[in-house]
């Protein structure tokens, strides 16, 4: 596993985590990363993206919630997750993509190397 996921856990709704997702090197500096989720039963579902430059995209759900961030220092992507709802509640996944076109972002497809997952609870 390339991509190591962190900082999952049980919060109730209205408060933050923040995920952090480690990459190698040659893939940080190279390549766009993301972060999906997928809540049981339901499709993989985008959540935001961040490439070299910090452009972002966040998926309609999350936006003014959530934001992602990156420390090139550390090769590390961070998910500041803010106001959660129980509908949050998700196993959350990094990914890593190379040209990964703007129209794919959302695309779980587009990405080829992914993390194992963490899992968000929030309670309601």
């Known amino acids: 596993v390339q991509l190591q996921a962190s900082g999952g856990g049980l919060v109730q709704a209205g408060g933050s985590l923040r995920l952090s997702c480690a990459a190698p090197?040659?893939?940080?500096?190279?390549?766009?990363m993301a972060w999906f989720r997928q809540a049981p039963g339901k499709e993989r579902e985008f959540v935001a993206a961040?490439?070299?430059?910090?452009?972002?995209w966040y998926g309609d759900s999350v936006k003014d919630r959530f934001t992602i961030s990156r420390d090139n220092a550390k090769n590390t992507i961070y998910l500041h997750m803010n106001n959660l709802r129980p509908e949050d509640t998700a196993d959350y996944y990094c990914?890593?993509?190379?040209?990964?076109?703007?129209?794919?972002?959302?695309?779980?497809?587009?990405?080829?190397?992914w993390g194992q997952g963490t899992l968000v609870t929030v309670s309601s």
């Open positions: 990914a890593a993509g190379q040209r990964v076109g703007i129209s794919a972002v959302r695309s779980p497809e587009a990405w080829t190397v």
């Open positions: 090197a040659h893939i940080f500096s190279t390549y766009a």
């Open positions: 961040i490439i070299w430059n910090s452009n972002t």
